[in-house]
């Protein structure tokens, strides 16, 4: 399916639609600088636990209003992966989400020669909000993987750090891929990505889902996990389904729009999403800071429980045994059903 521009929608100007474009491109990769959360904040509470909690592996709450216990990290280096962007001390997930990405990283080198996978946030030691990049990411189910191939060599810390991140986006063009960057070996990272059924979603750049229904002639059947959203034109950003029996955990609603070439995605070649606000308008009242008491009820108790014994410990490393076992936290009552705040939406909305 190839979509094509409204008229009035080309003659916008080129400058001004640049500068939304960018605005939004910064908020999607990097993360906009917040302000510093306020003492006693979710976002102070959970940014600071340098160490995961004991306990077995629960994802609490929903993706973006929640919390994790028992998270394990994805160790810094493997054969077909190396984690970036060390710092920031986000590469904690859930364990079921450490195993995917250590079999995606494995299986796009074996199966469509991929050389290996830098991978970029997946959640704190313990979820919750994060200071600032992230609505979602908090309950250790959501992963960001870079569309940057991973180099033959190990990247230093401070590369780590610095590298920067590659856009598929052609400069000075509205929503279009750069075909001196995109390759074939992308589309089939993304489709394998997809093809697990672990995986609920995989949300990138609307430009690359154009570019997936457009030129994709494989398969099918998975091209609709991958959802347009602002942002994620040099990484995707991998959401997988609650864990089985997973009572805490609030799934997502299912995708019911097939591949997700029709409507939902000509929706973001309008003028809708990229619109300025409108002059002389009152901007919103910014929204109030997230509490603990906000999150799921069971959050408070993760943050109280001890922590892992080391990095390591809960690495995987030499010092995996001194790891002790804290009894679970319980789901309290109204865990199950927490309200939803942010998160990446599949706008408009499917009748």
Known sequence: MTIRLA???QTIGRLALAGIIGASLIAGDAGAQQKQPSPGSAKALFGSASLPAQGPAQSIGFYSKGCMLGGIALPVDGPTWQAMRLSRNRRWGNPAMIALLEQLSRDAQQKIGWPGLLVGDIAQPRGGPMFNGHASHQIGLDADVWLTPMPSRRLTAQEREELPFTTTLQKGKFLTIDPRVWTQSHAKLLMLAASYPQVERIFVNPAIKKKMCDTWTGERTNLGKLRPIYGHDSHFHIRMKCPPGAAACKPQAPISDGDGCGKSL????????????????????????????????????????????????????PDATALTVAPAV???????????GPVPTDKPLVQ
């Open 7 to 9: 008229a009035p929608f």
């Open 266 to 317: 000509a929706w973001w070649f309008t003028k809708e999403p990229w619109a300025a606000p409108k002059p002389n308008v009152r901007p919103p009242k910014p929204p109030r800071e997230m509490m603990v008491s906000d999150l799921p009820k069971s959050c408070a108790a993760v943050l109280d429980a001890p922590p892992a014994a080391s990095i390591a410990a809960a690495d995987g490393g």
């Open 330 to 340: 319980p789901a309290a009552a109204g865990d199950l059903l927490p309200a939803i």
